[in-house]
């Protein structure tokens, strides 16, 4: 039995492969994003890697799949995805094959399929409740227009308007000469072409706002925990709304990976949430999808 | 003498041409961008528009323009729009013809021409101060990604924030059945669709949030004050800046026209800028350009 997991972000996609008791197989492909890249591009992208998969296994009798997927916030979207890749794995039988949103593979990972909150800081931002009943609750995710407080993309692009806010006359920051240093922003003509013309990512910059912080510019600081707080609050409301999960909560994504960041968002969700303890996370998302193929084979006899 | 002032802003393009002392001639025709839209794209729609006018009056032996247009901040952009506009009245003498940003032309109508205040609150915003002088100092204007404080679309989409925080468990606002009666927007899925698939301007939901703000409710009170505040910094930084400009301002843009936020606008200005007056604006920005093209007219004999 072949149980495959893929942890499909927008950057990068990793998958791990196990056949039966042996030692697990990892492969990494460019990433995808349901919301960017479309349906029949993450169905061409993620059957191809399956069919590598199988041609390295050949013969087996059927393969279990869990995928998590970036975008993947729509059921329909998930249904419609799993459907093309059962065809792309024709004809070897699929007992089992999931699309899930990335994020639920990354809180299986986290806590080892237990209950927990689920606080995840990439270029995104969301936070992910399992309570004692195996649901799931979200609070934030809803993308860089209406949300992703306290995330890589809020951060970085925080400090862009820091320095555009210093440039008009507002408060002077240590950014201005970093951003110009390490971004060639030495200007307003160069912040204009630099973000809308050649459409620089925005979390390119949360580094630099993350090391001022640290070396203790007063807006860079400012900035930083007014995200971190802005992250915390989500948390708040969904513990407020979801009673039963258990009082535990871990960091994962990219920026958390920022120790300055990591010490600053730990201590805002403790004073935010009372009474609730840190973990680290058990597992990778990719282990965690693995996890979920796994669990499913087993659900499945 | 024939002189011609344009206004072209991203939604409209107005036109007034005036022979001698003759009344003026106006027309109206789509809106243009030039960053949004390329210069190409310009150069032919006001162009157009430029040789419609010179069919209305033939036999002129001289034609000087003023145009205001979004999108140009930047001066190389302006000079190839002008030699392209040079290019389309051929072979009309023009003693002079000027590209101008448009809120120059906003300034020259809301002032007459005079130094002052001009604070622009749009779909975008920006604060533009004329100095005793004659030259303009800027602040704000940094665009949806960097800034627009104050603006529609800070407005819309601050409101929009404010009802996804709602379904997250945040503080309730009558915002939420607002936007779902009037937008759709009646779930989490609705408000992701609308934003991100069918691409709603957020600036659409502006009136929305003034309207809730001034029955009362304390979420859209407080995005609104925030904003006004924002924007009457960036007002406060640019004086700051330049002393020579005289103290009084003038308020301008789409969504000014809400007497609501204009009282609140105007009174968080008179707070930030003490001893600073209010002053109505005098003409309009197409009026703005063909007072300035009549001045060049002057100019040059």
Chains 1, 2 share one sequence.
């Not at 860079?220 to 925990?225: D, N, P, Q, S, V």
């Not at 999960?245 to 300055?260: E, K, M």
Request: charged share 20%.
């Amino acid at each position: 039995m072949l149980c495959i997991g893929i942890d499909a972000g927008g950057t990068r996609t990793r998958l791990l492969a196990r056949l039966d008791a042996s030692a697990p197989w990892t492969i990494q492909a460019p990433g995808v994003n349901l919301q960017r890249d479309g349906l029949t591009v993450a169905v061409r992208h993620l059957g191809g890697l399956l069919r590598n998969v199988l041609r390295r296994y050949p013969g087996v009798k059927a393969v279990h799949v869990c995928v998590g997927v970036a975008g993947a916030g729509r059921m329909d979207d998930r249904e419609r995805l799993a459907t093309g890749l059962r065809e792309a794995l024709d004809p070897v039988p699929v007992p089992s094959l999931e699309v899930v949103p990335d994020v639920w593979i990354a809180h299986e990972g986290a806590f080892a399929g237990e209950a927990g909150l689920l606080v995840l800081a990439g270029t995104g931002s969301i936070v992910l409740a399992k309570s004692e009943d195996g649901t799931f609750h979200r609070a934030g995710g809803w993308g860089r227009l209406l949300g992703d407080e306290g995330s890589g993309f809020a951060l970085g692009r925080a400090a862009l308007r820091a320095v555009a806010d210093a440039f008009d006359g507002g408060p002077a920051t240590s950014l201005t000469a970093r951003l110009a240093e390490r971004h060639g922003l030495d200007g307003p003509e160069a912040l204009i072409r630099k973000v809308y013309a050649e459409k620089m990512p925005p979390e390119q910059c949360a580094p630099d706002l993350l090391a001022e912080a640290e070396r203790g510019d007063p807006v860079a600081r400012r900035i930083t925990e007014h995200q971190a707080h802005a992250l915390a609050r989500r948390a708040c409301w969904l513990t407020g709304r979801c009673p039963t999960v258990p009082p535990r909560f871990a960091l994962v994504g990219g920026v958390t990976d920022n120790t300055y960041y990591h010490t600053l968002l730990t201590a805002t969700l403790r004073t935010a949430l009372p009474g609730w303890t840190p973990v680290a996370p058990i597992a990778t998302p990719v282990e965690g999808a693995l996890h979920r193929a796994c669990r499913l084979a087993n659900t499945d006899g």
